[in-house]
């Protein structure tokens, strides 16, 4: 069973900048795509970014031209760079992956912005 975790959230403030880690126990050559979910408290999970094996990006709207998404295969890992982070992006961060029919997710990481 593949596993990913996730790392790197926390509390900082408005305007401020955290990047995400999601590292998976096995190569992620074959896991396509792999992105970023968030879910807030009484909100339903959404999209956040994603990014293909060739390295195709997507990006929600609310997020674009502040968040960047990349992959680095050689240690497994995906990574969620957000800058100018927001009260409103406060949420749970899930990695998410593909690995054939499986729809792969990891245990979410914290991220509270304070106002």
């Known amino acids: 069973q593949v596993q990913l975790v996730e790392s790197g959230g926390g509390l900082v403030q408005a305007g401020e900048s955290l990047r995400l880690s999601c590292v998976a126990s096995r190569t992620i050559f074959s896991i396509d795509p792999m992105g970023w979910y968030r879910q807030a408290p009484g909100l339903q999970r959404e999209f956040v970014a994603r990014?293909?094996?060739?390295?195709?990006?997507t990006y929600a709207d609310s997020v674009k031209g502040r968040f960047n998404i990349s992959r680095e295969n050689a240690k497994n890992t995906v990574y969620l760079q957000m800058n100018s982070l927001k009260p409103e992006d406060t949420a749970v961060y899930y990695c998410n992956g593909y690995l054939g029919r499986s729809d792969l997710w990891g245990q979410g990481t914290q991220v509270t912005v304070a106002s």
């Open positions: 990014i293909t094996a060739r390295g195709t990006t």
